[in-house]
């Protein structure tokens, strides 16, 4: 067992300051698979539990409380990232954003195939990234934990022009909540992502980027609200 270096209260029960063991966590919700390769679990109708404890290194969130939709189909084909099972539709303002169904919110000690790329929820770390800018790339399932707490994902590709980097890392300064690194493989130069939803950018838009930012750095699709982003994983740039 290791000890606890990070708790936060997710306002469902009182703040845990102690890791527990494996043995003592309840088996895992079988997560919701839209896209998915034959690697990834199918779909199951309604998985219910609540769980209490985390893996190690952290103490933190719940596991999902349920799983109830059915997979849907992407209208849209974006360019960049891979909106595998998402349904399009219009947020605040004049973004156009992809939504996704319900995403598993269980711990895992393992890497995760995401059906998305970058991902916008489902199994991941019980360690979340600290949020900032970074000039190289954080794992995938840190970053999900982020954005379980309320974190937009802002990933760009690594051979964006550095001075549209430079815009990227000014726009992290002031804010909590907003996590920015490369992804290898983006056919996009920029992709913005939150929980269970994302935008991929054809062309660089600082100000469609800062709109989504706006919309949803902890927004109402926060499954834990109030959840920190910081004193886990990562040193941030800015």
Request: aromatic residues 6%; contains cysteine; charged residues 15%.
């Given at each position: 067992?290791?000890?606890?270096?990070?708790?936060?209260?997710?306002?469902?029960?009182?703040?845990?300051?102690?890791?527990?063991?494996?043995?003592?966590?309840?088996?895992?919700?079988?997560?919701?698979?839209?896209?998915?390769?034959?690697?990834?679990?199918?779909?199951?109708?309604?998985?219910?539990?609540?769980?209490?404890?985390?893996?190690?290194g952290l103490?933190?969130?719940?596991?999902?409380?349920?799983?109830?939709?059915?997979?849907?189909?992407?209208?849209?084909?974006?360019?960049?990232?891979?909106?595998?099972?998402?349904?399009?539709?219009?947020s605040e303002?004049?973004?156009?954003?992809?939504?996704?169904?319900?995403?598993?919110?269980?711990?895992?000690?393992?890497?995760?195939?995401?059906?998305?790329?970058?991902?916008?929820?489902?199994?991941?770390?019980?360690?979340?990234?600290?949020?900032?800018?970074?000039?190289?790339?954080?794992?995938?399932?840190?970053?999900?934990?982020?954005?379980?707490?309320?974190?937009?994902?802002?990933?760009?590709?690594?051979?964006?022009?550095?001075?549209?980097?430079?815009?990227?890392?000014?726009?992290?300064?002031?804010?909590?909540?907003?996590?920015?690194?490369?992804?290898?493989?983006?056919?996009?130069?920029?992709?913005?992502?939150?929980?269970?939803?994302?935008?991929?950018?054809?062309?660089?838009?600082?100000?469609?980027?800062q709109a989504?930012?706006?919309?949803?750095?902890?927004?109402?699709?926060?499954?834990?609200?109030?959840?920190?982003?910081?004193?886990?994983?990562?040193?941030?740039?800015?």
């Open positions: 067992r290791r000890p606890t270096t990070a708790s936060h209260d997710d306002g469902r029960r009182n703040t845990v300051s102690v890791a527990q063991d494996d043995d003592q966590r309840r088996p895992p919700t079988e997560a919701a698979c839209i896209g998915c390769t034959p690697m990834i679990r199918r779909p199951i109708i309604l998985v219910a539990y609540a769980e209490a404890v985390l893996g190690p103490t933190g969130c719940s596991s999902s409380s349920s799983v109830s939709v059915a997979p849907t189909t992407a209208t849209t084909a974006a360019a960049g990232g891979t909106t595998a099972g998402g349904t399009t539709a219009a303002g004049d973004i156009s954003v992809t939504t996704f169904p319900e995403q598993s919110r269980d711990h895992v000690k393992t890497s995760v195939v995401y059906p998305q790329g970058p991902p916008i929820g489902g199994e991941h770390s019980a360690i979340w990234q600290n949020c900032g800018f970074y000039s190289t790339p954080v794992a995938d399932e840190n970053a999900v934990h982020s954005m379980e707490h309320g974190a937009v994902w802002i990933t760009y590709s690594p051979d964006l022009p550095v001075d549209q980097q430079a815009e990227l890392k000014a726009m992290a300064a002031g804010h909590t909540h907003v996590l920015i690194s490369p992804y290898p493989g983006l056919t996009s130069p920029v992709v913005a992502s939150a929980w269970r939803t994302q935008k991929p950018f054809a062309a660089f838009d600082a100000a469609g980027i989504f930012i706006k919309a949803y750095e902890e927004g109402p699709q926060t499954p834990e609200p109030g959840a920190p982003c910081d004193g886990a994983l990562g040193s941030p740039e800015s």
